[in-house]
């Protein structure tokens, strides 16, 4: 019997700095908002001051625009229509499933916990341009260490233990909370197709198991 896989794909890895095609042709996956999301709330912050709730709405509909995206690569291999609400019940017509966003307050991180859940699945793969959790921001400390396995109670020790709009950490605080709950693992990997690949196939693959 074929294995179900729920994929987050970060937006930073979809949208960089622009579309990127070349990534896009080469997968299948659940998909975040990424430097879209961030530029969208930047720029309405700019013109007012917003609170988390409209941004998180401008996140949303970021994570629509890449979701359809991906939807236009894969074409008729996907199912028709983009899934929105991860705790609705899901008819797999075809091989590839895509979903968005959801609910402001909650990441696609939350969302792609929550679709595991529906589908019992106890994995969930997380894909962006982070390739590891480190012991400290890796961007501020030059000797900040890549961490190979780690549990759900040292990794929230980590991270911010609030959700903000736009928040920019490997896996969010309240999906953190949500898959320690739900006894889901999550898989932290970069964007090298070849390592999703060696993970999918229970090979060796570089990044973080958080269980």
Not at 87 to 95: A, D, H, L, T, Y
Not at 183 to 199: A, W
Not at 202 to 208: D, L, P
Request: include cysteine; charged fraction near 25%; aromatic fraction near 8%.
């Amino acid at each position: 019997m074929p294995k179900t896989f729920v994929i987050s794909l970060g937006g930073s890895l979809i949208f960089p700095d622009n579309l990127d095609k070349k990534f896009l042709n080469n997968f299948k996956k659940i998909c975040g908002g990424g430097k879209l999301a961030r530029t969208f709330q930047q720029t309405a912050s700019k013109r007012k001051k917003l609170g988390n709730r409209e941004l998180d709405l401008l996140g949303i509909k970021a994570t629509n625009i890449n979701a359809h995206s991906l939807k236009s690569v894969f074409g008729s291999e996907a199912n028709n229509s983009i899934i929105t609400n991860p705790n609705s019940k899901i008819n797999f017509k075809k091989n590839i499933v895509i979903a968005a966003g959801w609910k402001p307050g909650w990441s696609t991180d939350y969302d792609a916990v929550l679709l595991a859940k529906n589908l019992r699945i106890r994995k969930v793969i997380n894909m962006s341009n982070v390739d590891y959790v480190y012991d400290k921001d890796p961007k501020k400390h030059k000797d900040a260490k890549k961490i190979g396995k780690i549990t759900w109670q040292n990794y929230s020790r980590l991270i911010s233990k609030k959700w903000k709009a736009g928040m920019n950490v490997p896996f969010d605080p309240v999906a953190a909370k949500e898959a320690k709950k739900s006894g889901i693992r999550v898989n932290i990997i970069g964007k090298d197709l070849k390592n999703l690949e060696n993970l999918l196939n229970g090979k060796k693959f570089r990044g973080t198991v958080i269980e």
